[in-house]
T-cell receptor, first 111, second 111 residues
Framework: EDQVTQSPEALRLQEGESSSLNCSYT??????LFWYRQDPGKGPEFLFT???AGEEKEKERLKATLTKKESFLHITAPKPEDSATYLC????????????FGTGTRLLVSP | NAGVTQTPKFRILKIGQSMTLQCAQD?????MYWYRQDPGMGLKLIYY???????DKGEVPNGYNVSRSTTEDFPLRLELAAPSQTSVYFC??????????FGPGTRLTVL
């Protein structure tokens, strides 16, 4: 059964304090690992898609990496506006894009 | 483009009542999805559609129905509402090979 586990559940950082969020997954035939950001009371907002081990993508202070078993979302010198819940999801090798989501990491960045 | 829109934003239902959650997208996406998000749980797929006239069940379809008569609209019908259906509902859409775009959500409470 496809499974996605995110850790930690919650993370509190000081502004400028870099850290990483983890997404461990088991899926038969990975066809993409997705990172989304979700602000309170809003829908998830797409950040990155990673397809193969070794792939990396960056956007502003965020960098996503992928191995065969896990993905990391590295946050460099975070700002308070980076506070949100970060969701990870995987898509398996089937005909339709059914995403399996993790439960998310709630990030709070204090000034 | 408005993207993915959902109405209503909030709704309170009594047990046994019925309602329809509306979802529309103006991006001409073929694929559309309905998810529910419960506290501490990942997004769970309720139903999805690969085009007008074609729908299929996701992980948690019981108590829900959908239809897809046009490319733009994908309403979700709740019959005989139950407290277990209290949740936040998200609609999403995508084009072939791309990421899913999510709407702002509908917060439903069944009392």
């Amino acid at each position: 059964e496809d499974q996605v586990t995110q850790s930690p559940e919650a993370l509190r950082l000081q502004e400028g304090e870099s850290s990483s969020l983890n997404c461990s997954y088991t899926v038969s035939g990975l066809r993409g690992l997705f990172w989304y950001r979700q602000d309170p009371g809003k829908g998830p907002e797409f950040l990155f898609t990673l397809y193969s081990a070794g792939e990396e993508k960056e956007k502003e202070r965020l960098k996503a990496t992928l191995t065969k078993k896990e993905s990391f979302l590295h946050i460099t010198a975070p700002k308070p506006e980076d506070s949100a819940t970060y969701l990870c999801a995987v898509r398996r090798n089937t005909g339709f894009q059914k995403l399996v989501f993790g439960t998310g990491t709630r990030l709070l960045v204090s000034p | 483009n408005a993207g993915v829109t959902q109405t209503p934003k909030f709704r309170i239902l009594k047990i046994g009542q019925s309602m329809t959650l509306q979802c529309a997208q103006d991006m001409n996406h073929n694929y559309m999805y309905w998810y529910r998000q419960d506290p501490g749980m990942g997004l769970k797929l309720i139903y999805y559609s690969v085009g007008a006239g074609i729908t299929d069940k996701g992980e948690v379809p019981n108590g829900y129905n959908v239809s897809r008569s046009t490319t733009e609209d994908f309403p979700l019908r709740l019959e005989l509402a139950a407290p277990s259906q209290t949740s936040v509902y998200f609609c999403a859409s995508r084009q072939e090979g791309n990421e899913q775009f999510f709407g702002p959500g509908t917060r439903l409470t069944v009392l």
